[in-house]
């Protein structure tokens, strides 16, 4: 699988525009949105005009201190977001040029009659020939022909994929090059809409919306926010009982240090290198809710085919039955795949050729093709009155009730049990109602599957493997893959039923599908991950894109949502615990000429009241860029269970969040009075 190379934080690339877009940032508009941060600024601001003002008793040097500071903590905070951001706006910058404006072979009437139009000038419906070396210029899907694409410009991998007519591996994005052969393309999006467009506008964050987990963060941070200016509130009158007073400026500064201006600045970096983080990996996320929802996942449902198996399953032998012969039997296959456009149906027609010689290239003019559908599981061919059925050994038995009891069915379904057993999918084949056998089509299961789902399932996560497969075949791959659960025979309406079943139980579903089909279920579940090569209606249903087409991957989705709730809950913890020993390493040594009861409760020995103070305000600055690395990068995760990853957070973030103030504020106290700042 193709994974963007990691890109390090600390670049002038992106550090240089992201210093002028933290102060761009600095709009009260803009600020607004970050309430915690917006006080700050507030604060900030009532202390430049009282440093002009010049109506206390405190220094001039000392009150610019504390202004200066305060500002750095407001920029500090913009300048994480500003630089999670950047990354993605430098890939929006890729994408954009790889958008220019392409010339489209816009097909005139049934032929190869084209003219040349510019691809702005596409409407839905319209059809395009896009021959070797063309950049194709629309989104939509192969109608005819097969070629060898070069997808770099989205992917990242320079391999060529194969995109052809039929099956899943349909749908073609604007801006990737043809390599070899032709095709016939149906744009399917009006201009403005296509992926590209999509996706440059999510990189760039201009439709990221805050996550529940995250609004739900603002609040408690609001609410913290006004308890502490409560608290900060009460202070003067304590002070004029003592008989004593502290400066508006002590006190503004104070409220800054104990609110959490720390997770605060961090919240919306987190959520932003989240999303940029699935970005680097190929995977792209409408919205950065389903993000956080594949860290939450308790089911995950995977196709069988592509997913656990290698997929493009192939013909391997023909197993006549009851009077039928070999040839009798592969003549009838080839016929009623001819027209089937699937990995599995060309492999029947080359089988076909290679074992027995058919020549037929083609389907007679008047013949009628019967299309698979996910309901009746049967394709097939009318020919001259004759009708050849191919498909499902169920369905095709339940199309053909005359059958059911004939020495001819149960030998089809002795052939078709041994198949299934060795972990091979049969297809029955008949005519007119007379079963001639079975095609056997080998599975094989993809190498350290089995290794993956125990990892899931480390995680607490359940896999549920879903194939149209019959049981004995969906038993036999499941078992050899290592899968919780699967459910076989599955149509459309069977993968919504479970999805929801699941949710009705209080559990997450995340699921991953290519096909129109799929496209009910992707909409359904809590993390929808379509292919990139899938259709157009399985794109738009799922809230994932995985741009390699890379089923698999879905077990790499969730480490990295699980590992952006964990960045975002340890930072938090850290941030929370960090305020709490901040108030209990400060105000001691503030209050001590008033109370000089405190002395006891000064651990640290911190010089003055003025260099407690403006030591926690350094610090309570210093901290939010030495911990944006972490921010941007996220805490690394491992699959353990719930209890002790909780324990490792209270030990390594909570304890570390209590021991860093004492720490650093004191080494700030010491050289601000070696300095003679305070």
Same mark, same amino acid.
């Given at each position: 699988?193709?994974?963007?190379?990691q890109?390090?934080?600390f670049t002038a690339d992106?550090i240089?525009?992201?210093?002028?877009d933290?102060?761009r940032?600095?709009n009260?508009v803009?600020?607004?949105?970050?309430?915690?941060?917006?006080t700050t600024?507030?604060v900030?601001t009532?202390?430049?005009?009282?440093l002009?003002?010049?109506?206390d008793?405190l220094?001039?040097?000392f009150?610019?201190q504390?202004?200066?500071?305060?500002? +750095?903590t407001v920029l500090f905070?913009?300048?994480a977001?500003?630089?999670?951001e950047?990354?993605?706006k430098?890939?929006?910058?890729?994408?954009?040029?790889t958008?220019a404006e /392409?010339?489209?072979k816009k097909?005139k009437g049934k032929?190869?009659n084209?003219?040349?139009v510019?691809?702005s000038?596409?409407?839905?419906?319209d059809v395009?020939?896009?021959?070797t070396?063309?950049l194709?210029?629309?989104?939509?899907?192969?109608?005819?022909?097969?070629?060898s694409?070069n997808?770099?410009a989205?992917?990242?991998e320079?391999?060529?994929?194969i995109r052809?007519?039929g099956?899943d591996?349909s749908a073609v994005?604007?801006?990737?090059?043809?390599?070899?052969d032709?095709?016939k393309?149906?744009?399917?999006?009006?201009?403005?809409?296509?992926f590209?467009?999509?996706?440059i506008?999510l990189?760039e964050g201009?439709?990221?919306?805050?996550t529940?987990?995250?609004i739900?963060l603002?609040?408690?941070?609001?609410?913290?926010t006004i308890?502490?200016l409560?608290?900060v509130?009460t202070i &003067?009158?304590?002070?004029?009982?003592a008989?004593g007073?502290v400066?508006v400026?002590? !006190?503004?500064a104070l409220?800054?240090t104990l609110?959490?201006?720390t997770?605060?600045?961090l919240l919306? *970096?987190i959520?932003?290198a989240?999303?940029?983080?699935?970005?680097r990996?190929?995977?792209?996320?409408?919205?950065?809710r *389903?993000v956080?929802?594949a860290?939450?996942i308790?089911?995950?449902?995977?196709?069988?085919?592509?997913?656990?198996?290698i997929?493009?399953?192939q013909?391997?032998e %023909?197993?006549?039955v009851h009077?039928t012969?070999?040839?009798?039997l592969a003549?009838?296959?080839?016929?009623?795949?001819?027209?089937d456009?699937?990995?599995?149906?060309?492999?029947?027609?080359?089988l076909a050729?290679?074992?027995?010689?058919?020549?037929?290239?083609s389907? &007679?003019?008047?013949a009628?093709v019967i299309p %698979?559908?996910?309901?009746?599981?049967?394709s097939?061919?009318r020919?001259?009155?004759? /009708?050849?059925?191919?498909?499902?050994?169920?369905s095709v038995?339940?199309a053909n009730?005359?059958?059911g009891?004939?020495?001819?069915?149960?030998e089809l379904r002795?052939?078709?049990?041994e198949?299934a057993r060795s972990?091979?999918?049969?297809l029955?084949?008949?005519?007119d109602g007379r079963?001639?056998g079975?095609?056997?089509l080998?599975?094989v299961?993809?190498a350290?599957?089995?290794e993956?789902f125990?990892?899931?399932r480390?995680?607490?996560?359940?896999?549920?493997?879903?194939?149209?497969?019959n049981?004995l075949?969906a038993?036999?791959?499941?078992a050899e893959?290592g899968v919780?659960d699967?459910?076989?025979?599955?149509t459309?309406e069977?993968k919504?039923d479970l999805?929801?079943?699941?949710?009705?139980?209080?559990r997450?579903v995340?699921?991953?599908?290519?096909g129109?089909?799929?496209?009910?279920?992707l909409?359904?579940?809590d993390v929808g991950?379509?292919?990139?090569?899938?259709t157009?209606?399985a794109r738009e249903?799922g809230n994932?894109?995985?741009?390699?087409?890379?089923p698999?991957k !879905?077990?790499e989705?969730v480490?990295?949502g699980k590992?952006?709730?964990?960045t975002r809950g340890?930072l938090t913890?850290?941030?929370v615990?960090?305020d709490v020993?901040k108030?209990f390493?400060?105000?001691?040594?503030m209050?001590?000429?008033?109370y000089?009861g +405190?002395?006891v409760?000064?651990?640290?020995g911190?010089?003055?009241?003025?260099?407690?103070?403006?030591?926690?305000?350094i610090f309570?600055?210093?901290?939010?860029?030495?911990?944006?690395?972490l921010?941007?990068?996220g805490?690394?995760?491992r699959?353990i269970g719930a209890g002790p990853?909780?324990a490792?957070?209270?030990?390594i973030?909570?304890l570390?969040?209590?021991?860093?103030?004492?720490v650093?504020i004191?080494?700030?106290?010491?050289?601000?009075?070696?300095?003679g700042?305070?």
């Amino acid at each position: 699988m193709a994974r963007s190379a990691q890109k390090s934080v600390f670049t002038a690339d992106l550090i240089v525009p992201a210093i002028g877009d933290a102060f761009r940032k600095l709009n009260p508009v803009e600020l607004i949105r970050n309430p915690v941060m917006f006080t700050t600024a507030v604060v900030a601001t009532l202390l430049t005009v009282l440093l002009a003002i010049g109506t206390d008793t405190l220094g001039f040097a000392f009150k610019l201190q504390l202004v200066v500071w305060l500002w +750095l903590t407001v920029l500090f905070g913009t300048f994480a977001e500003a630089l999670a951001e950047g990354r993605g706006k430098a890939q929006a910058a890729s994408l954009r040029a790889t958008k220019a404006e /392409l010339v489209a072979k816009k097909l005139k009437g049934k032929g190869d009659n084209y003219e040349n139009v510019a691809a702005s000038t596409l409407r839905i419906g319209d059809v395009v020939l896009v021959e070797t070396g063309d950049l194709i210029p629309s989104d939509g899907e192969v109608i005819e022909g097969v070629a060898s694409v070069n997808e770099a410009a989205i992917t990242g991998e320079s391999a060529p994929v194969i995109r052809e007519a039929g099956g899943d591996r349909s749908a073609v994005t604007a801006g990737t090059r043809v390599l070899s052969d032709q095709i016939k393309v149906r744009v399917t999006v009006d201009p403005g809409q296509g992926f590209l467009d999509r996706m440059i506008a999510l990189v760039e964050g201009a439709e990221r919306q805050k996550t529940p987990n995250e609004i739900a963060l603002t609040i408690l941070l609001v609410g913290l926010t006004i308890i502490f200016l409560i608290a900060v509130g009460t202070i &003067p009158s304590f002070a004029h009982y003592a008989g004593g007073d502290v400066p508006v400026a002590i !006190l503004a500064a104070l409220l800054i240090t104990l609110i959490p201006t720390t997770i605060a600045a961090l919240l919306s *970096a987190i959520g932003i290198a989240g999303m940029d983080r699935l970005v680097r990996f190929n995977v792209l996320a409408k919205s950065g809710r *389903a993000v956080e929802a594949a860290g939450d996942i308790d089911t995950l449902l995977l196709d069988k085919t592509g997913t656990i198996t290698i997929g493009d399953r192939q013909a391997s032998e %023909f197993k006549p039955v009851h009077g039928t012969t070999p040839a009798e039997l592969a003549m009838a296959a080839l016929l009623a795949s001819l027209a089937d456009e699937t990995p599995e149906g060309r492999s029947i027609v080359q089988l076909a050729r290679e074992k027995f010689g058919v020549t037929q290239s083609s389907l &007679p003019h008047d013949a009628e093709v019967i299309p %698979f559908t996910a309901q009746t599981r049967i394709s097939g061919v009318r020919i001259n009155g004759s /009708l050849i059925q191919k498909g499902a050994v169920d369905s095709v038995l339940r199309a053909n009730p005359g059958s059911g009891e004939t020495p001819a069915a149960a030998e089809l379904r002795r052939v078709t049990d041994e198949i299934a057993r060795s972990g091979g999918t049969p297809l029955a084949v008949a005519q007119d109602g007379r079963l001639l056998g079975a095609i056997f089509l080998k599975d094989v299961v993809k190498a350290g599957i089995r290794e993956r789902f125990g990892e899931l399932r480390r995680m607490g996560i359940r896999t549920v493997m879903i194939t149209g497969d019959n049981p004995l075949t969906a038993a036999a791959i499941a078992a050899e893959a290592g899968v919780d659960d699967f459910l076989a025979q599955a149509t459309p309406e069977d993968k919504l039923d479970l999805i929801r079943k699941e949710q009705q139980g209080g559990r997450l579903v995340a699921m991953c599908g290519d096909g129109t089909n799929d496209a009910p279920a992707l909409a359904q579940a809590d993390v929808g991950v379509a292919m990139n090569t899938g259709t157009q209606a399985a794109r738009e249903a799922g809230n994932m894109v995985d741009l390699d087409s890379d089923p698999t991957k !879905l077990i790499e989705v969730v480490g990295l949502g699980k590992q952006l709730l964990m960045t975002r809950g340890a930072l938090t913890t850290f941030s929370v615990a960090n305020d709490v020993a901040k108030y209990f390493a400060i105000i001691p040594a503030m209050f001590i000429a008033l109370y000089p009861g +405190l002395t006891v409760l000064n651990v640290m020995g911190l010089g003055t009241p003025q260099s407690a103070i403006l030591s926690a305000i350094i610090f309570n600055a210093l901290i939010i860029p030495l911990l944006v690395p972490l921010a941007l990068r996220g805490v690394t995760y491992r699959p353990i269970g719930a209890g002790p990853l909780l324990a490792r957070n209270l030990a390594i973030y909570g304890l570390g969040g209590i021991i860093a103030p004492f720490v650093g504020i004191k080494l700030i106290d010491v050289a601000v009075n070696g300095l003679g700042l305070a």
